[in-house]
């Protein structure tokens, strides 16, 4: 079943901050982060697996709350390199299949 | 580090008709997906193989989509006979292993079906 990720887009400015949601309605192994910038194929972010641990990357992080089934990924001091569509992806406890949202368009103007 | 390598890039062809694609992993990775890309959309998994065999297909439409990833590296993807419906981006991605980890994606094969 295909996560729920929120907001569908999102407008910054250089150096504001964002939160991009993503939830699920089955019980998860894990979540994966992609960033796919237009035109290119999807980069890896990051994994979290259940333990409810933190990541970081840069000033991007993330988190998993496994008994909510949602994660939350935070871009803080917005760069316009961070331009792209963010794509959180989940695997089901005892699955091998990752099954992306829709995405979040984020745009960081000057 | 060569990455994941797909050809064509672009392709378009009329309803009815057969195409393949091709995808070569990064070396040494033992996992490979085959991932379908509708415009405004996340990826969808068609196809996952560890090493030569199939994973996961429950997505892959049999009827007219076939896959094969011969001695456990290349892989083909097929359409048979194509729907205007089977336009979209084909990304092919590859892993270390099978779970939890990093997965590396091609630059992908942009299908046009007339």
């Known amino acids: 079943q295909q996560p729920v990720q929120s907001p569908q887009a999102v407008i910054l400015r250089e150096g504001e901050d964002a939160v991009i949601n993503c939830s699920s309605s089955k019980a998860l192994y894990s979540v994966h982060w992609y960033r796919q910038k237009h035109g290119e194929a999807p980069v890896f972010l990051m994994i979290l697996l259940k333990g409810g641990e933190q990541k970081g990357h840069d000033k991007i992080s993330a988190s998993f709350n496994e008994k909510k089934q949602q994660s939350s990924l935070y871009l803080t001091a917005s760069q316009l390199s961070y331009s792209g569509t963010y794509f959180c992806?989940?695997?089901?406890?005892?699955?091998?299949?990752?099954?992306f949202g829709k995405g979040t368009k984020l745009s960081v103007i000057p | 580090e060569a990455g994941v390598a797909q050809s064509p890039r672009y392709k378009i062809i009329e309803k009815r008709q057969s195409v393949a694609f091709w995808c070569n992993p990064i070396?040494?990775?033992?996992?490979l997906y085959w991932y379908q890309q509708i415009l405004g959309q996340g990826p969808k998994l068609l196809i996952q193989f560890q090493n030569n065999g199939v994973v996961d297909d429950s997505q892959l439409p049999k009827d007219r989509f076939s896959a094969e990833r011969l001695k456990g590296v290349d892989s083909t993807l097929k359409i048979q006979p194509a729907k205007l419906e089977d336009s979209a981006v084909y990304l092919c991605?590859?892993?270390?292993?099978?779970?939890?980890?990093?997965?590396?994606f091609g630059p992908g094969t942009r299908l046009t079906v007339t």
């Open positions: 992806g989940t695997v089901g406890a005892g699955s091998y299949q990752l099954t």
């Open positions: 070396s040494g990775h033992a996992t």
């Open positions: 991605a590859s892993s270390l292993v099978l779970r939890d980890y990093e997965q590396y």
